[in-house]
């Protein structure tokens, strides 16, 4: 049973973390564009906050509630970037946590992990 499959099928959707099922190169490089093409939608999104910061506040409510946006954008921005720089370690990651000392052995540990993942789903 792997771990994270909720979260890790949302990032796929969000261009963050390639399908498992998607080994071939052919398909690797699509997922490849398609997270280059996120990444530069959401980098597009952010600049004409910017500019509207520079070019069109005329009072502090106005500034306020455009940077209040583009500090989200911005952050937004920093997360899929570091997602994106980490996903060695991130699978890395979620591999160790199906191996041997994280691995439930016991029946109850296996009806809790069970009982979680209905949860999530």
Not at 56 to 73: K, R
Not at 84 to 102: G, H, Q, W, Y
Request: aromatic share 10%; with cysteine; glycine share 2%.
């Amino acid at each position: 049973m792997r771990v994270m499959q909720v979260p890790l099928k949302i990032l796929t959707m969000a261009g963050c973390w390639p399908p498992v099922s998607w080994s071939s190169l052919c398909k690797q490089a699509v997922y490849n564009a398609y997270t280059i093409f996120i990444t530069l939608l959401l980098f597009t999104f952010m600049l004409p906050q910017l500019m509207d910061i520079i070019l069109n506040v005329d009072n502090p409510d106005e500034f306020t509630d455009t940077l209040y946006i583009m500090l989200a954008m911005v952050i937004a921005c920093c997360k899929m970037l570091s997602l994106v720089m980490n996903r060695k370690n991130i699978k890395i990651l979620t591999d160790a946590l199906i191996e041997k000392p994280f691995r439930p052995l016991e029946p109850d540990e296996i009806e809790i992990q069970q009982k979680f993942g209905n949860i999530i789903q």
